[in-house]
């Protein structure tokens, strides 16, 4: 029987990011897709800063930036009647705008989920330590005391191999047969809210104008349907609210009499060739536990979100972030099996908010709808949407809390809005800041964090950090030193030392006054077999 150190079940956004994630951190696995190939169809569009931080780590991020639609048309949403009718209301994203920021080497992207997984699918088989393979799925999981089983199916030749692995990370989706396999099932908000999705090709150039932006919500026949560049260019999706599932998937002549409307022009004024036409409907929610055993839930698997705000893949993103170096501690003998835990500890809070901030955002983008059908306070409704897509706080700001990090007793800087605003800042369980290295502005501190504990020296006791890390590599615990050499004007300018997980949080800091020995802080907070 074939033998490996982790299955992964699922190869969509999530699937291919932890294997590329076990891959650097030299875990051998076996990733299995039912698919023949990746997305064709693209549902994720918008990928945030923290998302584009982690791809920068597989050097894909200039890969992906590739794929953006730009700066232009992701500073703001836009509610119009239709393509061709009247403006209703614009609202700034700054968190959407793919722009640079001071606090970050990477910014964010807006694109098109089938050109990312398919960066993602090539960069992910071409690591050593993965067997990537699609068209094929994985069944029957079980699972005892010293690892699990499943059947992997050749769904070319329909041959079943059977494999044994340590664990297991099921990234397969919002309706993971994983979940119900394992007892964890998604405790979900049931609303019955059915779309169609129309992804086509035309040059729409001669209605937006310069009323672009990255959700150009219009007023339909069915309801708020939404208009969404693909590239900035001629490829567009359009979605129709409120479809009864009843009657089956839009034919091509109803899809098209949609477009038309929602341009609202004649038909004869347009030209448009429909890619593909899918049904999706709104679930929002996260299962009872992450994981049970040696079972693990990433991505949709564990949680699900109303796309509105752009946050389903993103949370998936930094929640394998949180998991995959655990996984690899444990299995190469570093941690105990316990670190595991704190996978659930320390991403569930993180979730269970976005999941109600996206629950949140749709009733918000509607009520602009609303307020232009009704008569109502358009300038309210346009100022209470300002979450939708200005979120830097809170996808830059989030404090993990569990015994691996630190707790600060100081409080954060203070900015007017937590979710909106971000200042970096050094605090346990947070994102360690980014500061360039090198004057060309090419090297970030974040490139230091990846495989090992980092200790960042930025001034006081040298000697003692490095006799107390030596100590510790002398056991084979994979932890090194940094010297952060021009920490004045940056974030570390009063820290003497920070302790930074692989995933790249702040596990702990020092001050020069800091009475605690670094003997004393590395027990304390490294996750010690
Ligand atoms: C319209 C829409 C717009 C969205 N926009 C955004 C956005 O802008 N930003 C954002 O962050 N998120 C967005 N999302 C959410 C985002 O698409 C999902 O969060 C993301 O795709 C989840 O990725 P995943 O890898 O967890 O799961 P999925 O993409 O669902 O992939 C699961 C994979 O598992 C495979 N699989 C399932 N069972 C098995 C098995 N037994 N064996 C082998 N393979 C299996 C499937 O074939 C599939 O490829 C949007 C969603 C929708 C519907």
Known sequence: MRETQVLVIGGSLIGLTSSLLLSSLGVEHILVDRRPNTSDHPRARLYDRRTLELLRRFGIHGDVEATGIGD?????NRWIESLAGNHIAAVPTESFQMAPADYSPSIPVMGAQDMIEATLWKAAREQP????RFYTSAEDLTQDADGCSATLIDRESGEGEPIRAQYVVAADGVHSATRDQIGCPLDENSFDFHLQDILFHADLSRWTGDRVGGLIFIMTSYGMGVYQPMDGATRWRVQLPGWDPERGNLTLEEAHAYIVEAVGVDASELEVD?????PWNFIAGLTEHFSNGRVFLVGDAAHAFIP??????NTGFSGTHNLCWKLAYVLQ???PASLLDTYEQEHRPIAQR???????NSGLAGAIGQAHLTGGDMAQAEFNCHQYGSYEGMIMAY????????VDQEPPPLVENEHRDFIPVVRGGRRAPHAWLDPHRTISTLDWFGTDYVVMLCQGDHDGWQAAVDDYRNRNFPIRIEHMRHATNTPYA??????????????????????????????QYLPLN
Do not use: F, K
Not at 72 to 76: G, S
Not at 129 to 132: E, G, I, P, R, T
Not at 308 to 313: A, D, F, L, Q, V
């Open 129 to 132: 330590n993965a067997d990537v």
């Open 354 to 360: 976005r999941v109600r901030l996206s629950i949140e």
């Open 494 to 523: 009063d820290s003497e030392a920070v302790l930074v997980r692989p995933d790249g949080v702040v596990a702990a800091h020092t001050r020069p006054s800091d009475p605690r020995t670094p003997a004393e802080l590395l027990e």
């Open 399 to 406: 404090e993990y809390q569990s015994a691996l990090c630190q």
């Open 72 to 76: 232009l048309w992701t500073r703001q």
């Open 274 to 278: 429909i890619e593909s036409i899918r």
């Open 308 to 313: 509105t705000g752009g946050m389903g893949s």
């Open 333 to 335: 003998g570093h941690a």
